[in-house]
């Protein structure tokens, strides 16, 4: 299983992405909209786990915007 996780505390990112994948999951760790927004036009993720406070936006939009499209990847907030 492939992640996206959307956190701009690397500290919290760090522990958690160490955690995914010791348990045998693929995580890609992002920290703004923007480098999600990059990040999704590549496609193929499998579940995407999003922080709503991020630096250069709301995690609510791009939630919003990935529906609107037709996305339907999950996603936990």
Known sequence: MKLLMVEDNL????VMGRLL???GLAVDEVGTVEEARAALALGGYDA???DLSLPDGD???LLRDL?????ATPILV
């Open 21 to 23: 994948r010791d348990n």
């Open 59 to 61: 995690g609510g939009t």
């Open 67 to 71: 529906r609107r499209s037709g996305d």
């Open 48 to 50: 995407i786990l999003l």
């Open 11 to 14: 500290k919290l990112a760090g």
